[in-house]
């Protein structure tokens, strides 16, 4: 039995963020599971990834709100 490669299918959407020499691409994805965000950090070539079940973008959302304002309290 041959391992099939998973089909590559466009982003729903897409953001693009760069800072510094980083690139940052936030797509929104779907596959036979449902959607997620697939998140990749670009430096200098190499990539990393994280993927984020579209269940969890509330928890997501409200956990970076409070890192926004913690930070902003830092002065």
């Known amino acids: ?14 953001e693009k963020i760069t800072i510094d020499r ?9 596959n036979h599971r449902g959607r997620f965000l697939k998140i990749t950090e670009d ?19 409200g956990a970076l709100l409070k890192i926004m304002e913690f930070e902003r309290s830092l002065g």
Do not use: C, Y
């Open 1 to 14: 039995m041959m391992n099939e490669a998973p089909i590559q299918t466009p982003p729903l959407a897409t």
């Open 22 to 30: 980083k690139l940052f691409f936030l797509d929104l994805k779907e």
């Open 43 to 61: 430096v200098a070539g190499r990539r990393n990834t994280v993927i984020i079940p579209s269940e969890a973008f509330g928890d997501l959302a």
